[in-house]
T-cell receptor
Framework: KQEVTQIPAALSVPEGENLVLNCSFT??????LQWFRQDPGKGLTSLLL?????REQTSGRLNASLDKSSGRSTLYIAASQPGDSATYLC????????????FGSGTRLLVRP | EAQVTQNPRYLITVTGKKLTVTCSQN?????MSWYRQDPGLGLRQIYY???????DKGDVPEGYKVSRKEKRNFPLILESPSPNQTSLYFC????????????FGNGTRLTVT
């Protein structure tokens, strides 16, 4: 059974710092992996989607990498800003008939001014 | 504006009183899904639909019904709500089942007393 883990559960950093959020999964047979951002009281916003054949994806100050064989993904945020404060979730898409998304429990990020 | 719209945002009801949470997307997406989010349990899929008149159970379908009579709408029905269905519910859609990022609504916070 696929399990997705995100460590740490919470992170507090000063503004301007570069940071890395971690996501690990137990079954490397995935179709793709997505990173989401969730603001309090809001839905999830898709940040980056990495297909299983890709190594990384970039969008602005965000860079996500995928190492399928080791079951790991990282989300790198450059020059963090207070507006980046949110919960970040990763989710892997199963390779089966349902292509279900399995979510991690998230990392709650606080960027201090 | 491309979006997934859920209504209502907040709902308080009593045990056994049937309710419907509506979900509509304006992006002509084929795939739609319902999730519930609970502290400590993360996001869990309730039902999903790969296209009109095609629905299937997710991980926690008990006590819920869905229908997909039109491509844009995917209502979630609780025929006889119980307190253990108190949760934050999200509707989501994507262009295709496997390759596209998932777009989420802003959520419906349901309390069943």
């Amino acid at each position: 059974k696929q399990e997705v883990t995100q460590i740490p559960a919470a992170l507090s950093v000063p503004e301007g710092e570069n940071l890395v959020l971690n996501c690990s999964f137990t079954d490397s047979a995935i179709y793709n992996l997505q990173w989401f951002r969730q603001d309090p009281g809001k839905g999830l916003t898709s940040l980056l989607l990495i297909q299983s054949s890709q190594r990384e994806q970039t969008s602005g100050r965000l860079n996500a990498s995928l190492d399928k064989s080791s079951g790991r993904s990282t989300l790198y945020i450059a020059a963090s800003q207070p507006g980046d404060s949110a919960t970040y979730l990763c989710a892997v898409r199963q390779v089966d008939s349902s292509y279900k998304l399995i979510f991690g429990s998230g990392t709650r990020l606080l960027v201090r001014p | 504006e491309a979006q997934v719209t859920q209504n209502p945002r907040y709902l308080i009801t009593v045990t056994g009183k049937k309710l419907t949470v509506t979900c509509s997307q304006n992006m002509n997406h084929e795939y739609m899904s319902w999730y519930r989010q609970d502290p400590g349990l993360g996001l869990r899929q309730i039902y999903y639909s790969m296209n009109v008149e095609v629905t299937d159970k997710g991980d926690v379908p008990e006590g819920y019904k869905v229908s997909r009579k039109e491509k844009r709408n995917f209502p979630l029905i609780l025929e006889s709500p119980s307190p253990n269905q108190t949760s934050l519910y999200f509707c989501a859609s994507s262009k295709t089942l496997r390759d596209s990022p998932l777009h989420f609504g802003n959520g419906t916070r349901l309390t069943v007393t």
